[in-house]
Nanobody
Framework: QVRLVESGGGLAQPGGSLKLSCTASGINFRLYAMKWYRQVSGQERALVAS???????NYTDAVQGRFTISRDNVWNKVYLQMNSLEPEDTARYYC?????????WGQGTQVTVSS
């Protein structure tokens, strides 16, 4: 069974940092692209960052230069390092992959940026 489990969310001050982690199981992890999405309650889930199986990273303009996505193919983990956090970054963050013909999602981890 494909399973994605996120961790690392919490409360941060504006300008602060958090590092999110996602652990994958049930897939040959190194073969799949991984993505981070975020969602504010009542709004659509939005793509934040993606990383290919080979490590090529892409970011939405809103986080470019502040967030870094990375992966560890030995331990089946994908990370999202978030720096210079802004209140607008407040959302629930989800790890995702497309495998076995469909999208898979973790349970999400909440990030709140507030003073």
């Amino acid at each position: 069974q494909v399973r994605l489990v996120e961790s690392g969310g919490g409360l941060a001050q504006p300008g602060g940092s958090l590092k999110l982690s996602c652990t994958a199981s049930g897939i040959n992890f190194r073969l799949y692209a991984m993505k981070w999405y975020r969602q504010v309650s009542g709004q659509e889930r939005a793509l934040v960052a993606s990383i290919s199986s080979g490590g090529q990273a892409n970011y939405t303009d809103a986080v470019q230069g502040r967030f870094t996505i990375s992966r560890d193919n030995v331990w089946n983990k994908v990370y999202l390092q978030m720096n210079s956090l802004e209140p607008e970054d407040t959302a629930r963050y989800y790890c995702s992959t497309f495998a076995r013909g469909r999208d898979f999602w973790g349970q999400g981890t909440q990030v709140t940026v507030s003073s």
